[in-house]
């Protein structure tokens, strides 16, 4: 069984995935912002995948608006979360055009970024095809 960190500020594309993927076998967590994110990490868990959106707030509650919500959030977090943690695929998921997610890939490189999936036959083949790259 494989361990899934879904990194979402959008409550319902988590919930979604989450339900999808644990109907398919695989162990999830949720954090809906980069905070929480860290706090499981730090707490020990470790994941084989790391699905993280691009868009999103650093934190939430209070002190939410001491960060700015913006791609940088997401880029950066992406690329701390491959390089701390090389065991896990991370994986970055916008809801950008397609000509934004080709220049975000060629940035990214070697994170992987799609565009976030609209169906569940999406998201499981995004994770299948993840899997035969490694």
């Known amino acids: 069984m494989q361990d899934i960190l ?3 500020d959008d409550d319902n594309f988590r919930e979604i995935a989450g339900l999808v993927l644990e109907e398919k076998g695989y162990r999830v967590r949720e954090a809906s912002n980069v905070e929480e994110a860290y706090a499981i990490l ?3 868990e470790r994941f084989d995948f790391i699905l993280c959106d691009l868009c999103m707030p650093y934190t939430s509650g209070a002190r939410q608006q001491q960060y700015k919500y ?3 959030v997401g880029f950066k977090t992406a690329k701390e979360l491959a390089s701390v943690l090389p065991e896990s695929t991370v994986i970055v998921l916008s809801s950008l055009p397609p000509s934004a997610m080709n ?3 060629n940035l990214l490189d070697p994170i992987q970024a799609f565009a ?3 169906n569940s036959k999406d998201l499981l083949a995004l994770l ?3 899997a035969v790259v490694q």
């Open 116 to 118: 976030k999936p609209t």
């Open 70 to 72: 913006t791609h940088e």
């Open 6 to 8: 879904i990194i979402d």
């Open 128 to 130: 299948d095809d993840t």
């Open 103 to 105: 220049r975000l890939a």
């Open 42 to 44: 730090i707490a020990g």
